[in-house]
């Protein structure tokens, strides 16, 4: 049997274009997830640099994104002993600039790149491009896991995709704002209760401009309960995932293994 998994997502109010400042804070949330014997800290969908920060610093920002920032949260997650998911504007190989989140472990090794597949909004697609990608999962303490970004998980096929793939935990930085509480509330549980799998849901809260975040991340369960939620301040939110809650809903709910099934008939 796995041994069980301690994430914290790290509900922090955005600094935007701020890096240093981002990368001391990163630090101290480190510090603090580390000392409560945490092995993932998850921060907000585009954290490095702030999501509303428009076309032209994006442009700027993503020049200097991939080795210098990897490097510096690589760093902090070998300080820390723990692994550390985080977004920020990464450009690709064709020039255009995507909306990204990096997992990179304990030793520093960067384990999972993941671009946004759906963009929200003007806001969003003024900024990004988006890319679809084939569900990517890697093992992650003996858990099988993958990543999605805010707008994504709202989607059905994105999370069964990856569940299709074997995972047993999603990953989802966002940056979503108070207009929306449902998703957090309502719609990640469900998307964990339909694929039998945990959901990690770590958002932004306070102002940025003129978007107001909603705070509310959440870690909902394989049987759809609430594992851990925040308010509306900045606060560091834990929770264990443990692999006799997942071995239960898996034989209560089979939603995922009738669907396998269906495709794949017994000859």
Not at 187 to 203: C, G, I, K, S, T
Request: aromatic share 10%; charged share 20%; proline share 5%.
């Amino acid at each position: 049997m796995r041994a069980p998994l301690k994430l914290a997502l790290w509900q922090s109010a955005p600094a935007p274009l701020d890096v240093p400042g981002n990368l001391e804070r990163l630090e101290a949330a480190a510090h603090e997830a580390a000392n409560a014997s945490a092995q993932l800290l998850v921060c907000p969908e585009m954290f490095i640099t702030g999501y509303a920060i428009g076309a032209p610093a994006v442009q700027t920002l993503a020049q200097v994104a991939d080795a210098t920032w990897a490097d510096a949260v690589a760093a902090i997650a070998q300080r820390h002993q723990l692994a550390v998911v985080y977004g920020y504007p990464e450009r690709g190989a064709d020039g255009r600039v995507y909306n990204a989140a990096q997992w990179i472990d304990a030793s520093g090794r960067r384990c999972l790149n993941y671009r946004k597949a759906y963009l929200f909004g003007e806001l969003d697609r003024s900024q990004f491009a988006a890319e679809a990608q084939s569900a990517r999962i890697f093992d992650f303490h003996g858990w099988k896991v993958g990543m999605l970004i805010c707008y994504d998980v709202e989607f059905p096929e994105a999370t069964r995709a990856l569940a299709l793939a074997g995972a047993d935990l999603i990953v989802v930085p966002t940056a979503n704002m108070a207009d929306y509480d449902f998703v957090a509330r309502s719609l990640v549980p469900v998307r964990a209760y339909e694929n039998q799998l945990f959901v990690a849901y770590a958002n932004f809260t306070g102002p940025e401009g003129a978007l107001q975040y909603g705070g509310l991340s959440v870690v909902a369960g394989p049987d759809g309960a609430t594992l851990a939620q925040a308010g509306r301040d900045e606060v560091l939110v834990f929770a264990t995932l443990d692999e006799e809650r997942l071995t239960a809903a898996r034989q209560a709910a089979q939603h995922v293994h009738d669907l396998t099934a269906r495709r794949n008939p017994p000859i």
